[in-house]
């Protein structure tokens, strides 16, 4: 039996929460709520040599574990400002709190 786990991270600095959900719907709406609320602070050039002090990356993971013990995993993300950190912790939290 296959068995999936959804969940959304955010990382800054060493810093590292992560939420998991029941399915991938949820999951997807919740982290297009997250992205869309720090919209204004989104950080558009995405460079490899980035200092992770410099921003958050909040992403969203897809883990599928099969029988063999093999996994399938994707993982998308987007970073934004790094001041907004608490902000972003904090509104995840309050929202995640919410769902059904």
Known sequence: MENSVYSMEILYSGKY???EFEDRQKRDAFYAKVAGQFASQKVSAQEEDVEDTQIVQLSSNNLKIKDDGKYDQDTSYQWFEYDIFS????F???????IE
């Not at 995840?92 to 919410?98: A, G, L, P, R, S």
């Open 92 to 98: 995840i939290n309050k929202e995640y709190d919410k």
């Open 17 to 19: 929460e992560s939420w």
């Open 87 to 90: 902000k972003m912790l904090d």
